[in-house]
């Protein structure tokens, strides 16, 4: 992109080339520009910059580390969605991890084989989370409620 400090001044120049130059996907070590997703087809920056924020409390050292260990199970937040997934399947591809279909190996290595074979989308996964949290929930609220409380202890 040809960039006129004429037209645009420089402060305008020089904050569009800091931004092409900076990160815009950030997984523990692993820092990934706008050019580098471009490269796999990728120009969900948007999204990169979400998933960057989603990612970063799960204590991820780099992608290589979350293809590894990391199950799909554990990256179904809230706010993280296909757009999201396909930015990190991006970048598995710019980092050269997982091969020619990197979502769908991540999956399968993560997934016994029945869990695979169910699995559809992604979105098949939040659901199951969220229907797994809210059992969790309720499961806690039952016992709490079937607890006797310290008052009456107290009245014994």
């Known amino acids: 992109m040809i960039l006129s400090t004429t037209i645009l001044g420089t402060t305008a ?7 092409g130059r900076s990160s815009v996907l950030e997984v523990g070590s692993d820092r990934l520009t706008r050019a580098e997703l471009a490269k796999v087809g990728c120009y969900n920056f948007l999204a990169a910059k979400n998933l960057s924020a989603i990612l970063k409390g799960l204590g991820i050292k780099n992608l290589a580390d979350l293809y590894a260990r990391v199950p799909p199970s ?3 937040l809230p706010h993280m969605g296909a757009i999201s997934l396909a930015v990190l399947g991006a970048a598995f591809e710019v980092k050269g991890i997982g091969g020619d279909a990197p979502l769908e190996r991540w999956v399968q290595k993560h997934a016994g084989q029945d869990e695979a074979a169910a699995m559809v989308t992604f979105d098949t996964i939040k659901r199951r989370e ?4 809210r059992r969790e929930k309720k499961a ?10 310290a008052a009456a202890h107290a009245h014994l």
């Open 13 to 19: 120049v020089k904050q569009l080339q800091a931004t």
């Open 74 to 76: 554990a990256v179904a």
């Open 130 to 133: 969220l229907a797994e949290q």
């Open 140 to 149: 806690r609220r039952r016992y709490t409620r079937a607890q006797p409380s």
